[in-house]
């Protein structure tokens, strides 16, 4: 895994080594990317931009996030395996005055203290056997760490079958292999 553009661009991310972690693809991630620079029906910047990753595995989407010139980047995982790596990715680059790291379940988001309330981008990237994204969202607009401003961006397995809060307005979905990418807004 590599970073693909910006300050940090071809540096290299250490990946797990187990099964368990399934790291964002470069290709899904530059196409994610490409969609947030170049789309018309997008207008949301990653410049200066404060960034929620959750379910953040090594940290691929949020590091790439902090390349392009995100403020900051709040990090969300509780797998033991990839939170070591994550920290290690975090230290190797030089990211810690830019990255809060948290070791707890996206599920449990009203326990933590957070500098930031509302984030500009949340990126969602759970378990594809994951099917509890409606109750994360509406936690997410719940505790007011969204607002309509704000972009959410959600990885799932193209074949999943997701019902999506009626407040949620998904202005873009592409397919990339097996992987669905939503971009949504709050209506």
Do not use: W
């Not at 056997?129 to 309509?148: G, N, T, Y």
């Amino acid at each position: 895994m590599r970073i693909i553009s910006g300050d940090l661009k071809g540096k290299r991310l250490l990946t797990p080594l187990d099964k368990s972690t399934r790291p964002l693809k470069d290709i899904v991630k530059e196409s994610i990317f490409n969609i947030l620079e170049h789309s018309n029906k997008i207008s949301t910047k990653i410049q200066n931009s404060k960034v929620l990753d959750l379910f953040s595995g090594t940290g691929s989407f949020g590091i790439e996030c902090l390349s392009r010139g995100a403020n900051n980047v709040t990090f969300f995982e509780n797998y033991q395996h990839s939170i070591k790596i994550l920290k290690q990715n975090i230290h190797n680059l030089k990211l810690e005055n830019k990255s809060s790291i948290y070791n707890n379940s996206a599920y449990n988001l009203e326990n933590c203290k957070f500098d930031t309330t509302v984030f500009d981008i949340i990126f969602l990237d759970p378990p594809f056997k994951d099917k509890k994204i409606d109750i994360l969202i509406s936690k997410l607009k719940k505790l007011k760490f969204v607002d309509s401003n704000s972009l959410l961006i959600i990885h799932r397995n193209k074949k999943s079958i997701d019902k999506f809060s009626h407040y949620l307005n998904i202005i873009e979905e592409k397919n990339y292999g097996l992987s669905k990418i939503f971009f949504c807004k709050l209506d």
